[in-house]
Structures are given as C-alpha cells and as structure tokens.
C-alpha cells in the first residue's frame, strides 16, 4: 500500500511561491501516476495537475497553467508541485494522491485514486 506525506505549505503573499513535496513509501512509486488536488475553504477538492508514473507527461487545471509545475522523481520517490505567482484563490489544503498504475498519458479522477496524503495547508495572503 502506498503511504504519502505532503509537505512544504504555509503562508505567502500573493505573487510568491511555494513548493510541496509529496514523500511516498510502501510501495515502488514508479507504478503509480501522482495527482495534485487542492480543497479551498467552503469548497469542493479539485484536480490540480496530474503526471504520468514515468514522469515524461503531465497535465494542468487551466487555473494553474502556466504557474504551477509537477515533478517527479522515482529514485527518491518524491514528487514536487512547484507553485509561482501564487494567487489568493490558490489557498486550501493541498493533497497528493496515487493511482496504481503505469501511465503515458496521465489521468488523474478524484474518485479513481488509490492513496491519499493527509494534505498541506497553503494559504495565499498579504
């Protein structure tokens, strides 16, 4: 069983950034394709971003694009969400999660994970 850890949020005024790290152990990492999902106050959690087990693929929420980047890197089974510009909207607690499966095209639906981290908090303010 996959076990993840995030990591790496706090407070950062608007245009900042932050980088999250999602440390994972009980399992290979590379037979999992990693998700980023964030839950804002009051909200729904949503997709953030999404990366294929090999890491060769990713994809964005069109919110993100451009200003968030994942990455991975199976030998130190970590994956990171590194976030620029961050904006107020940005805040929630952030979570990673697993898929067990080897991927090239990344899909990551909320429902099909298999393993979730305890979440993050990241908070956007001035």
């Known amino acids: 069983q996959l076990r993840l850890v995030e990591s790496g949020g706090g407070l950062v005024q608007p245009g900042g950034s932050l980088t999250l790290s999602c440390a994972a152990s009980?399992?290979?990492?590379?037979?999992?394709?990693i998700g980023w999902f964030r839950q804002a106050p009051g909200k729904e959690r949503e997709g953030v971003s999404c990366i294929s087990s090999a890491g060769g693929n990713t994809n964005y929420a069109s919110s993100v694009k451009g200003r968030f980047t994942i990455s991975r890197d199976n030998r130190k089974n970590t994956v990171l969400l590194q976030m620029n510009s961050l904006k107020p909207e940005d805040t929630g607690v952030y979570y990673c999660?697993?898929?067990?499966?080897?991927?090239?095209?990344?899909?990551?639906?909320?429902?099909?994970?298999?393993?979730w981290g305890n979440g993050t908090l990241v908070t956007v303010s001035a």
């Open positions: 009980g399992s290979t990492l590379d037979s999992y394709t």
């Open positions: 999660a697993g898929r067990r499966a080897r991927t090239i095209i990344p899909v990551c639906a909320m429902g099909g994970m298999d393993s």
